[in-house]
């Protein structure tokens, strides 16, 4: 059983930084790719960044500049830098693993950015 631990989230004022992580309970090794998505009130789930097992990225338009995503392999840990944060940043964050053909999702963590 894959299982994903999201942490890193809480209430920020507009312009502030947070880290999230994301644990795996195995070995990046058997991870192809993994990405970080985002879930706001009345919308739907979006990609905010992507990360391969290469080490190529990708970002969602709306963070490009601002969110950096990286990944510790001997860590199995996948992080998401968010800086410049801004109330529209404001949703349930998501962390997702591809191993094979099948997605694993985290819990998810919260972020809160004030005005």
């Known amino acids: 059983q894959v299982q994903l631990v999201e942490s890193g989230g809480g209430l920020v004022q507009a312009g502030g930084t947070l880290r999230l992580s994301c644990v795996a309970s195995v070995s990046f090794s058997s991870i192809r790719d993994m990405g970080w998505y985002r879930q706001a009130p009345g919308k739907q789930l979006e990609l905010v960044a992507g990360?391969?097992?290469?080490?190529?990225?990708n970002y969602a338009d709306s963070v490009k500049g601002r969110f950096t995503i990286s990944r510790d392999n001997a860590k199995n840990t996948v992080y998401l830098q968010m800086n410049s944060l801004k109330p529209e940043d404001t949703a349930v964050y998501y962390c997702?693993?591809?191993?094979?053909?099948?997605?694993?999702w985290g819990q998810g963590t919260q972020v809160t950015v004030s005005s």
């Open positions: 997702r693993a591809q191993i094979s053909l099948t997605y694993y």
């Open positions: 990360i391969t097992s290469g080490g190529s990225t």
